[in-house]
């Protein structure tokens, strides 16, 4: 359970959660490397209920992900890293260790 664990071990699951279970597929559903917050709250409330996972997980794990630098946001609307673009043109997997090492490597 989220809560047995610390505070970072909570958000690092989180931020994984929501990048292998709701933002990735979503890039690659959209073939576009940004979404709507409308699109990703029609797809966190449709994974969070098949995973029997709180809505204000995903939402935390949205915001750490912004703070990560693997998301960008303006206003209502998020986008991938630009090094993550090369992923989703291929429609690649790119699993959270990924996306964080090519987000980290200049």
């Excluded at 690659?28 to 940004?34: F, K, M, S, V």
């Excluded at 409330?45 to 997980?57: G, K, N």
């Excluded at 690649?92 to 090519?102: G, K, M, N, Q």
Aim: some cysteine.
């Amino acid at each position: 359970m989220l809560s047995e664990k610390g505070k970072h071990a909570s958000a690092t699951e989180n931020r994984r959660f929501v990048w292998a279970r709701i933002v990735w597929p979503l890039v690659l559903a959209l073939r576009d490397i940004e979404f709507s917050l409308w699109q990703f709250q029609q797809m966190r409330d449709e994974v969070c209920r098949s995973d029997s996972m709180p809505v204000s997980a995903a939402a935390s794990g949205l915001i750490s992900l912004v703070q990560k630098g693997i998301l960008l946001r303006e206003g209502t609307t998020y986008s991938i890293h630009f090094r993550l673009i090369p992923y989703m043109r291929l429609g690649a997997t790119c699993d959270y260790s990924t996306a964080i090492l090519e987000v980290r490597t200049k």
